[in-house]
Nanobody, 121 residues
Framework: QVQLVESGGGLVQAGDSLRLSCAVS????????MGWFRRAPGKEREFVAS????????YYGDSVKVRFTVSRDGAKNTVYLQMNSLKPEDTAVYFC??????????????WGQGTQVTVSS
């Protein structure tokens, strides 16, 4: 069993930055690919970013490319999502997920509980 705990969400203004963290336990961290998804009010959960188990490859959704960066720290068993130049349309609950670096929700085996990010204009 893998446990994922997100943190770092909050209320910010447009143009601000936030860094989300996802602490991973229950499995050898360096063997598992990780992803970030988000669900905006009234919308389906969408792919944000992912990173392979080695950290050598990263992938991003079109709406966050250039602005967001995914990374991982093996010493802390944590995956990060650095979000810059935030926009009101980035408002959503952000989830981390383990088991794949795919853009597809169904490819992930484990999910965190989510953390709310609200961007005011």
């Amino acid at each position: 069993q893998v446990q994922l705990v997100e943190s770092g969400g909050g209320l910010v203004q447009a143009g601000d930055s936030l860094r989300l963290s996802c602490a991973v336990s229950g499995r050898t961290f360096n063997t598992v690919a990780m992803g970030w998804f988000r669900r905006a009010p009234g919308k389906e959960r969408e792919f944000v970013a992912s990173i392979t188990a080695t950290g050598r490859s990263t992938y991003y959704g079109d709406s966050v490319k250039v602005r967001f960066t995914v990374s991982r720290d093996g010493a802390k068993n944590t995956v990060y999502l650095q979000m810059n130049s935030l926009k009101p349309e980035d408002t959503a609950v952000y989830f981390c997920a383990a088991g794949s670096s795919s853009t597809l929700l169904s490819h992930y085996d484990y999910w965190g509980q989510g953390t709310q990010v609200t961007v005011s204009s």
